[in-house]
């Protein structure tokens, strides 16, 4: 069987996040030249998800269904931390200090300040940079020889595709169940992540 030609390939998923622009073609061979670097970045990113999903937990605990979800959210993306960090024991590498993720940092300077504006934005950002992690991981599952590694970055591929459309539904929970303005906000955010990604370039990184 053939695999999928970029152009047939959703952007992100099945989900309600719709990327707006498709990553850089170049993305994918710098990944793969690159993989070492990419898998230390995987770790750092599943580790600064599952802490996302805690703070959520303890910022927002009385928005109905959040904590539950935030806390099976944390142990699904330690889990997925941990095996990540056995195949970097494998590979002979050490994670080493976070030097941040330039990409969520640019979301976030999206992010609103007032309370019930925050408090939407955060969670469509968490669907956005997952749509992003959907649509990264399916690549190198395409692109990748190992087949232990394809299966890896496919099953990830699948999680994050659930979790952004978990964090897309909390969002229009936190707007009070009508749709339309997280609709309207998420395309807002939406063009901004492209902007984001145009300004930060190529990296070997997950984003």
Avoid at 115 to 136: H, N, P, Q, T, Y
Wanted: glycine share 8%.
């Amino acid at each position: 069987m053939s695999r999928p030609t970029p152009d047939r390939r959703p952007l992100s998923g099945e989900g309600p996040v719709i990327l707006k622009v498709p990553s850089d073609p170049r993305w994918l061979p710098l990944a793969l030249e690159r993989f070492d670097e990419v898998l230390v970045d995987h770790a750092h990113c599943e580790k600064k998800a599952a802490a996302n999903a805690l703070s959520l937990l303890q910022v927002y605990p009385d928005l109905p269904g959040l904590p539950a979800q935030m806390a099976r959210l944390a142990r699904e993306e330690s889990a997925h931390l941990a095996r990540v960090l056995d195949l970097m024991a494998a590979r002979g590498l050490t994670l080493g200090r976070d030097a941040g993720d330039p990409y969520a940092q640019g979301l976030q300077k999206a992010v609103r300040t007032s309370a019930e504006g925050r408090k939407v934005d955060r969670l469509l950002v968490a669907a956005v940079i997952e749509a992003r992690s959907c649509e990264r991981l399916s690549l190198l599952a395409e692109g990748l020889e190992d087949p232990m590694l394809r299966r890896f970055y496919g099953e990830l591929a699948q999680s994050e595709d659930g979790h952004q459309s978990l964090f897309y539904r909390l969002a229009v929970t936190a707007a009070g169940g009508d749709e339309a303005p997280v609709r309207a906000r998420l395309d807002e955010l939406l063009d901004h992540e492209a902007g984001v990604l145009n300004r930060i370039g190529l990296r070997a990184a997950i984003h």
